[in-house]
């Protein structure tokens, strides 16, 4: 059994989508970041990742013009990919999204699934959860989204 841990955190701007674990919410900022600055999927990534010991994000998805507003979800496939080349599953992921606004819990099901997909795994086994800034820091001040994900995998053979 493998443990891993992720974390994001991206800017809220104007005249960007939002797009959280996969799914574009109807929201009047999105995120700024190099792709879709999708911050959760960045947090899973990261997790399983770690859980591989295979470094962070970046490391294997430069800011390059490859992945200039890639859809995040088709990074999540390739660390998918690589986790089970070095013989692991994931066994589950818990994640959970910080933000003020918009309201996370009604799309949480849709993330799991949506994320779920990309990782070959079944939605059972991706939680999402959302918790507000209470008004404190960058995310209860609404100016940026947080996300952490902790993953554990097991080996395959």
């Known amino acids: 059994m493998r443990i891993g841990i992720g974390y994001d955190i991206h800017p809220l701007v104007e005249g960007r989508p939002l797009v959280l674990g996969g799914v574009r919410l109807q929201y009047e900022m999105g995120l700024a970041g190099h792709s879709d600055a999708d911050a ?3 947090a899973l990534c990261d ?3 770690g859980a591989i010991g295979e470094g962070d994000l970046g490391r294997h998805f430069p800011e390059t013009e490859e992945y200039r507003d890639i859809d995040s979800l088709r990074l999540l496939e390739k660390v998918a990919a690589m986790a089970a080349e070095k013989g692991y599953r994931l066994v589950n992921a818990d994640c959970i ?3 003020e606004q918009p309201a996370i ?3 949480a099901e849709a993330m799991a699934e949506a994320m779920a997909a990309a990782a070959g795994t079944d939605p059972g086994r991706i ?6 800034g209470e008004g404190l820091g ?3 001040e609404k100016r940026a989204i947080v996300a952490r994900a902790v993953v554990l995998l097991e080996e395959t053979a």
């Not at 939680?127 to 507000?132: F, G, L, P, W």
């Open 127 to 132: 939680s999402v959860k959302a918790t507000r």
């Open 97 to 99: 999204v910080h933000a």
């Open 105 to 107: 819990s009604p799309h």
């Open 138 to 140: 960058p995310v209860g």
């Open 40 to 42: 959760l999927v960045h």
């Open 47 to 49: 997790a399983i990742l």
